[in-house]
């Protein structure tokens, strides 16, 4: 079983709408990312969180919010979601030791 | 905020060749880590690189902490048709406010020809 899941995989919605995505661990990692990858961009961090009670955010963070529910779970929200929100996105899980990330499969979101 | 510049952007090759691809900043970096991607899929961990000159393999790939602290170069020997995808070199800084957060370069678009 993957050690990063994300919900859903694929999504298609239109402007204004509110969209969850959602991400679980089972690697027991305390520190949780969100990013966005554009084509030709890289990926951006939009909001990290280093335990259940500490949210950041990150470079690209105007539009989303987040929820860290439990040490394993770490959503992100769109409130009103606008066509240039149209990406992919990953989250990941690293251990304070280290620091080094691993991804899950990602989010394709598509903003009608 | 921090760029990593990372080259080439895209290469390609024929199977069986090698190939070098690299990352530079601007500031010191503590960690250099490379990723490679497939279509579809969430970027996976090549190799971690903690310390400066450290020179690490994996299998067919190799990865170099430069000395500067402000590089790094992932090579890979004998390439083969599943080697296709894009790597990402990504770093944390020393010091300041980076937490641990990872600055990725651009990504180099790697195709194999059989």
């Known amino acids: 079983d993957a050690d990063v899941t994300q919900t859903p995989r694929n999504r298609i919605t239109k402007t204004g709408k509110r969209i969850m995505l959602e991400c679980s661990q089972t690697k027991g990692h305390d520190r949780m990312y969100w990013y966005r990858q554009d084509p030709g961009l890289g990926l951006r961090l939009i909001y990290y969180s280093f335990d259940v009670k500490d949210i950041n955010k990150g470079e690209i963070s105007d539009g989303y919010s987040v929820s860290r529910q439990a040490q394993a779970k770490f959503s992100l929200s769109l409130e009103s979601a606008i066509p240039n929100q149209t990406a992919l996105y990953f989250c990941a899980t690293s251990e304070s030791a280290t620091d080094t990330q691993y991804f899950g499969p990602g989010t394709r979101l598509t903003v009608l | ?114």
Request: glycine share 12%; hydrophobic share 35%; charged share 15%.
């Open chain 2, 1 to 114: 905020g921090q760029q990593l510049n990372q080259s080439p952007q895209s290469m390609f090759i024929q199977e069986g060749e090698d190939v070098s691809m690299n990352c530079t900043s601007s500031s010191i970096f503590n960690t250099w880590l490379w990723y490679k991607q497939d279509p579809g899929e969430g970027p996976v961990l090549l190799i971690a690189l903690y310390k400066a000159g450290e020179l690490t393999s994996n299998g067919r790939l190799t990865a170099q902490f430069g000395i500067t602290r402000k590089d790094s170069f992932l090579n890979i020997s004998a390439s083969i048709p599943s080697d296709v995808g894009i790597y990402f070199c990504a770093g944390i800084e020393a010091g300041g406010t980076s937490y641990g957060k990872l600055t990725f370069g651009q990504g180099t678009i790697l195709t194999v020809h059989p």
